[in-house]
Structures are given as C-alpha cells and as structure tokens.
C-alpha cells in the first residue's frame, strides 16, 4: 500500500510543479494547450489538487501531526474539488479580451 500512496505523493508533486510554472510563465501542459482559455486559473487549480494529494500522503505516513479522519476527508476533498473547480473554470470560461486589442475606432 505505501508504494501506491509514494506515487500518488510524486504525481502530485509533479502537478504543483505544473501549476507553479504555468503560473509563472503561462506555460500549459501541451495535452491541455488548446481547452485552457486562461493559464492562470489552470495554474490556480493544478496547484490546489496537486497541494490536496501530497497533504493526503502526508497524513498517511505520519509526517504531519495527525488530526481526525473527518479534517482530512473534508479538507483534503475541499481542496482537491476547489482545484478542479477551478480547472473546469479554465477550460471553459471564454477568452478575455485585453484592452490593447480592443477596436476603439467608433464604428
């Protein structure tokens, strides 16, 4: 059982790296380029599930104090559904125009 949760710790941290370059620099993962309409709420969000998932590992392996089952079913969901909350959001929230590109010409 302690591989399985050992590899769900590295995917996750593999997805927090993901969301900190993506907020950073805008870069997307390439499988999702072409559904993300805005980087930064998909940065947001890879950052909260990835966050959900190492914190659950934790837990399992006595790294952090341990609290009652329902903090860590409750906190770690609420997080893990926040994140792809906001996911979804990215991919499906229309582009938002910048006003550089905005026809100001009156017609």
Same mark, same amino acid.
């Given at each position: 059982m302690e591989w399985i949760v050992g590899t769900g710790a590295f995917l996750g941290l593999l997805v927090i790296a993901s969301g900190i370059a993506?907020?950073?620099?805008?870069? +997307? +993962?390439?499988?999702?380029?072409?559904? +993300?309409?805005?980087?930064?709420?998909?940065?947001?969000?890879?950052?909260?599930?990835g966050t959900s998932v190492v914190l659950q590992s934790l837990f399992y392996f006595r790294i952090l104090p341990s609290v009652s089952w329902e903090a860590r079913f409750f906190g770690?969901?609420?997080?893990?559904?926040?994140?792809l909350l906001l996911i979804a959001f990215s991919q499906l929230l229309p582009l938002r125009r910048s006003r550089d590109h905005i026809d100001r010409s009156g017609v």
């Open positions: 993506t907020l950073r620099t805008g870069w +997307v +993962v390439p499988t999702a380029r072409r559904h +993300v309409t805005r980087p930064q709420l998909h940065g947001l969000g890879a950052l909260l599930t770690g969901n609420a997080l893990l559904f926040a994140g």
